[in-house]
């Protein structure tokens, strides 16, 4: 049903049934309106993100965001605003730990200098030094393993957090 | 022309960075911030007049082909931010951005954070103002015209 052509021939946007825990709905968005060609045309901008530092998994996708990974399992793009990824990290039941004593599982966030959540990402490990290597999807861009400060993210104000 | 002009410019500046900034966005806020600091948003503000960068966005808001025109949607949206207000405001009011999947809101965004480049002058209304005598309370022409609001201050009237 999904996949019928608008008038413009592309194949219109589209939002699935996603709630927290408590079940309150969670604002989502699938984009279909580009092809993955298009976005992987993009995705050339990326590469200066290497390794050993960052490493690219598999191609772009519009359909699913950073936040999307983190807490809906690539099903689509979940909303972006501090309201909906706070509300969700709340009714999930995460709670924030320090950067010092974050572990695989762990959830990071990237918060900009006025505190509005850019990206999120799973910690995956800890390497040396306690820096913490991220499994992310950058935007409408592929999913990347990555030093928690190599990103196109802001790294200066990143928090952490871990289900109770 | 238009077109002619616009691949013209298209060829001379570089795109990586307001492409890596479209493709991994995940909130206008954070598009904003960086295309503000993208060289070839500046390129384009200084580059071409308002008229022609207002023509520019227009077409790749009611006609995207591309993810390409995307880009170039934004970089044309942002650098008119560059430009002067006076100018821009009026017409980029009128455009439905919603071509543009964050268009809209870096509109207000923009619209909120921009600063005026005219200012007014305002003729005070009572000789006291432009005396310079200190203003005090027993200064019956002022005094007229001072009012204690409701926190406390004192406000000209």
Redesign the interface.
Known sequence: MSSILSPSGLRPDSKIELRTRANTPIDNLQAWQYSSFEWAQLGESLKRFKEPYAKALGSPSPVYNCHGLTFASRRTAVDSSNETVFRVLKEDDYEEVPQSDARPGDVILYLDAVGQAQHSGIVVDIIERGVPKVWSKWGKGQEFIHHFWHCPFDPQYTKYYRLK | MRQEKQLDLLDTIDL??A?????????P??LL?RLRKDAAVDYVSKSLKTPEILENLLFSVTRPI???D??WGYINLVALGMKDPNEVWPELNKLDLSGL?WGNQIRAQMKAEAVPTSSIDVKPRFGAMVSPAPAEAGNSSLSETLQPNPDGRTIFT
Do not use: G, H, I, Q
């Not at chain 2, 479209?22 to 909130?27: D, E, F, I, K, S």
């Open positions: 990586t960075k492409n890596e900034a479209v493709l991994v966005a995940n909130t806020s954070f911030d591309n993810v390409r995307v880009v999947e």
